[in-house]
Every structure is written in structure tokens, then in C-alpha cells.
Nanobody, 127 residues
Framework: QVQLVESGGGLVQAGGSLRLSCAAS????????MGWFRQAPGKEREAVAA????????YYADSVKGRFTISRDSAKNTVYLQMNSLKPEDTAVYYC????????????????????WGQGTQVTVSS
């Protein structure tokens, strides 16, 4: 069965960095766009970053542009989210997701476009 396993979350001070990883198994990784979403307490789940199957197209939410970088390693079936200059408002549970796309350059930014989800990893940024 398909599994997406996130790792790398934790507690960090404001201004610090974390790198999240998401290892995918049970699917043909190259056929799926990948995304990172987050959900803070009392808030809706929001798209943070997404990357196309080919890696050529990337999307970032305005709130993280210039601070977060999404990347993928097809040899390892893994997608990463490098998070720099973290702020307390980045505190949330971060979820990895895989969504089938018809074209290699397409990204997906809405939750319903994703077929599979990880269990989430907590990121807490202290002020």
C-alpha cells in the first residue's frame, strides 16, 4: 500500500531552520506531484509548497516565499521542505501529500487534488 512518512519536525527558535523529509513507497514516485500542507490549531489546512513530477515547476504560499524551498529526489522517492528563517506563525502540523497529475510540469495546490497523505509532523517555533 502507499505510504508517505514524514520526518524532521521539532522545536526550534524563531530564525532557525528545519528540513522536513517525506519518504514515499508503494507508488510510482515519478508520476506524482508532491506537496506540503500545514494545519495550525483552529485553522484550516493550507498549501505551503508544491513541486511537479519533473521538479521543474514549484509553488510557494506567499507567507513562505523566500524562506522555504521544496525539492524532490527521485532516486530516493523523497520530497523535502527546507525551512529557513522560521517564525512563530509557522507553527503547525506539516503534512506531505502525493497527487497524480497528467502532465509532468503541473503542480497541485488544493487538498482535493492529492490522492495520498502522510501522518504529519509537528513543527513548533518558539519566540
Amino acid at each position: 500500500q502507499v505510504q508517505l512518512v514524514e520526518s524532521g519536525g521539532g522545536l526550534v527558535q524563531a530564525g532557525g531552520s528545519l528540513r522536513l523529509s517525506c519518504a514515499a513507497s508503494g507508488l510510482t514516485f515519478s508520476r506524482y506531484a508532491m506537496g506540503w500542507f500545514r494545519q495550525a490549531p483552529g485553522k484550516e489546512r493550507e498549501a505551503v509548497a508544491a513541486i511537479s513530477r519533473s521538479g521543474a515547476t514549484r509553488y510557494y504560499a506567499d507567507s513562505v516565499k523566500g524562506r522555504f524551498t521544496i525539492s524532490r529526489d527521485s532516486a530516493k522517492n523523497t520530497v523535502y521542505l527546507q525551512m529557513n528563517s522560521l517564525k512563530p506563525e509557522d507553527t503547525a502540523v506539516y503534512y506531505c501529500a502525493a497527487g497524480y497529475t497528467a502532465t509532468s510540469s503541473a503542480t497541485a495546490t488544493r487538498a482535493y487534488e492529492y490522492n495520498y497523505w502522510g501522518q504529519g509532523t509537528q513543527v513548533t517555533v518558539s519566540s
